[in-house]
Nanobody, 111 residues
Framework: QVHLVESGGGLVQPGGSLRLSCAAS????????IAWYRQAPGKQREPVAT???????NVADSVKGRFTISRDNAKNTAYLQMNNLNPDDTAVYYC?????WGKGTLVTVSS
């Protein structure tokens, strides 16, 4: 059974940085693609970034140049490094693998 746990969210000031983690269990982590999504209050969940089994990445235009997705197969963990955060980045951030969702971690960007 696939189990994903996100962590690393919190309150940060505009311009600040956070690194989110997605710890996976119950799967052969190295052979699955991982995606990060986010859902802001009152809005639909939207894709943020993906990373394939070979390490190829794709990020949404809204975060390009600020967010970086990576993975450590030895630790069964994916990461989302978020820099230069702004209030529009406030959302619950989720990771997804094999159509399974974690419970999310809340990121709040506010002064």
């Amino acid at each position: 059974q696939v189990h994903l746990v996100e962590s690393g969210g919190g309150l940060v000031q505009p311009g600040g940085s956070l690194r989110l983690s997605c710890a996976a269990s119950g799967i052969s982590f190295r052979v699955v693609s991982i995606a990060w999504y986010r859902q802001a209050p009152g809005k639909q969940r939207e894709p943020v970034a993906t990373i394939t089994t070979t390490g190829s990445t794709n990020v949404a235009d809204s975060v390009k140049g600020r967010f970086t997705i990576s993975r450590d197969n030895a630790k069964n963990t994916a990461y989302l490094q978020m820099n230069n955060l702004n209030p529009d980045d406030t959302a619950v951030y989720y990771c997804n693998a094999l159509n399974t969702w974690g419970k999310g971690t809340l990121v709040t960007v506010s002064s």
